[in-house]
């Protein structure tokens, strides 16, 4: 037997390669070709339009005229028409733009170039091979004319400059390069100073140019966000607690119940101190400011602030367990270290509750310390009235006079010194005294610092 393989039998072997005409085909067989010299006054133009999108119902006047040759013009029977002529294209149909197009020259070997059309009859099969023109089109903004404003009463003399014209006509001339780059920043950007002009009624009318500037702006700018509305989405993104601007009281303002929580609430325990208070036994705190206002809370019956005074002392013990870590970020110790510090009064819902509030990843940076000291902050102002001396809330938190300060005024409170009265009710006795303590009230209409807006200087 033999090694060599026969080939496999293709299933196209029979099968011609050439292309059939289809049926009920009438174009013929042969095409001829002619050439048309000259081309005459119906020559066509191939068209270009660089950088444009030229509309295709634009209408196009054309117009013709001698072209003008610095040499011999050319014998040649292709080009003879073509070359002794050159034609134009003009369209003012649009309200702001021009449309021109002509033939251009750039001086360089594109401008030996020979264009042609092929024009094809299917009925006939011929195909006649016509010279073109090439042309190219620009847009320009239609020009507008400005009327000059002149002086009456004195044409010939000159008005001498103004201060403004000649500060600036001195700083173009021997100022610094930044002063000269404000000069010209100012010109640059002056569209309606040097754009305008009065119409046939008086009326200032920007130009062409500033008008299309404009619109564009507007169109653009349109869907931006106002001031009030950025100033919104700043404030819901502080941390602070939510309050209600449409209050009618300062007391609708923070509510006990939004800021302990509803779940919270039954989970502290306040006849301890209820049944101390009303025995006359001392009653002992790690806190300054909830040792000095135990009495008073308890005598006035409102279970409500006593029951916010708790969580005050709560959170207060709670924020002494974190343990400092890196970059000012404070941690949150184990579970029954903090049980152990706290007391047995707090339970484990209650410190899941404040794990999720202040701490959800089991740390607090700069954002969640300032949501807690703001939190700790409206809740005294429930307690004392919304009349709050920040002096022992500052020293339990040990905080500064104008970071306290700062913590009021993020949650609407306007702060200031204590007037007499106040004095005398704090028995305040030297000036030393007075100036270490400031007074914290809760006022409507509520006023909130806004944020502040920082111009970068001008680089040199």
């Not at 903004?141 to 000159?158: A, C, F, G, N, Y």
């Not at 609407?412 to 030393?432: H, M, N, S, Y």
């Amino acid at each position: 037997m033999s090694d060599r393989k026969r080939k496999r039998a293709t299933e196209n072997a029979g099968r011609s390669s050439k292309k059939l005409a289809p049926e009920g085909s009438t174009s013929p067989q042969s095409v001829k070709f002619s050439f048309v010299s000259g081309g005459g006054d119906w020559a066509p133009a191939i068209a270009v339009a660089p950088g444009l999108d030229l509309p295709t119902s634009v209408p196009l006047q054309a117009y013709k005229k001698p072209r003008i040759t610095t040499g011999p013009r050319s014998t040649s029977t292709g080009r003879s028409t073509l070359s002794e002529s050159e034609l134009l294209l003009h369209c003012s149909a649009h309200p702001k733009l021009d449309y021109t197009a002509r033939e251009e020259s750039s001086g360089e070997a594109d401008d030996l170039l020979r264009h042609y059309v092929g024009v094809y009859d299917p009925a006939t099969g011929d195909i006649q091979i016509v010279p073109a023109r090439k042309v190219t089109v620009r847009g320009t903004l239609r020009s507008t004319t400005i009327p000059e404003i002149r002086d009456e009463s004195s044409e010939d003399e000159k008005a001498p400059p103004s201060r403004l014209a000649a500060r600036t006509l001195l700083g173009e001339a021997f100022g610094t390069k930044k002063s000269q780059k404000a000069i010209r920043a100012l010109t640059e950007n002056a569209i309606v100073l040097r754009n305008s002009y009065q119409n046939s009624s008086g009326k200032s009318v920007l130009d062409p140019l500033a008008s299309a500037v404009i619109d564009s702006m507007s169109q653009t700018s349109g869907a931006a966000p106002t001031r009030e509305a950025l100033q919104a989405v700043i404030d819901e993104a502080k941390p602070r607690p939510k309050a209600n601007l449409e209050a009618e009281t300062p007391a609708d303002v923070y509510r006990i119940e939004d800021l302990v929580g509803a779940g919270s609430l039954p989970a502290l325990k306040v006849r301890d101190w209820q049944t101390a208070v009303e025995a006359n036994k001392d009653v002992q705190t790690s806190s300054k400011y909830v040792s000095r206002r135990l009495v008073t809370v308890v005598q006035s019956k409102n279970i409500m602030r006593l029951k916010a005074l708790r969580y005050v002392l709560l959170l207060l013990d709670w924020y002494s367990c974190l343990k400092p870590g890196m970059k000012g970020i404070k941690k949150l110790p184990q579970r029954e270290d903090i049980i152990k510090a706290v007391g047995g009064e707090i339970t484990t819902s209650m410190l899941e509750s404040l794990r999720k509030r202040f701490a959800p990843d089991g740390n607090m940076n700069k954002w969640a310390i300032d949501n807690f000291m703001t939190y700790v902050c409206a809740l005294t102002l429930t307690i004392d009235l919304y009349e709050v001396d920040i002096s022992d809330i500052r020293d339990d938190l040990r905080l500064e006079t104008k970071q306290i300060v700062q913590y009021f005024q993020e949650i609407g409170c306007r702060v200031a010194k204590p007037t007499e009265t106040e004095q005398k009710k704090l028995k305040l006795i030297t000036k030393a005294e007075s100036s270490t303590h400031k007074i914290a009230k809760l006022k409507l209409p509520l006023e909130f610092p806004k944020t502040r807006t920082i111009v970068p200087k001008n680089r040199r």
